[in-house]
Nanobody, 121 residues
Framework: QVQLVESGGGLVQAGGSLRLSCAAS????????MGWYRQAPGKQRELVAA???????DYADSVKGRCTISRDSAKNTVYLQMNSLKPEDTAVYYC???????????????WGQGTQVTVSS
């Protein structure tokens, strides 16, 4: 079982910044990919940003140029730096990990509990 613990959400004014953290209970070298998703009320959960074990990154068009995903292997932690925040960024942000288990030849997906980000206008 892999646990993901998020932190860093909160209330911020439009134009402000926040940094979200996601600490994994296993080495992130064992994780194929980690990412941040968000879900606003009445909307589907959507990908915000992701980073693979090889360091490749992917961003939603809506956050490109404003958000940066990074990882600290020593701390088994992935970060999402969000700048120039807009009210439409308001959502619950979830950390996600895709883990491959070689012994079982299977892939599993794990989610954090979510952290609220609220951007006021």
């Amino acid at each position: 079982q892999v646990q993901l613990v998020e932190s860093g959400g909160g209330l911020v004014q439009a134009g402000g910044s926040l940094r979200l953290s996601c600490a994994a209970s296993i080495s992130i070298f064992s994780i194929n990919a980690m990412g941040w998703y968000r879900q606003a009320p009445g909307k589907q959960r959507e990908l915000v940003a992701a980073v693979t074990s090889g360091g490749s990154t992917d961003y939603a068009d809506s956050v490109k140029g404003r958000c940066t995903i990074s990882r600290d292997s020593a701390k088994n932690t992935v970060y999402l730096q969000m700048n120039s925040l807009k009210p439409e960024d308001t959502a619950v942000y979830y950390c996600h990990a895709e883990v491959w288990f070689p012994s079982a030849q299977s892939e599993s997906h794990y989610w954090g509990q979510g952290t609220q980000v609220t951007v006021s206008s």
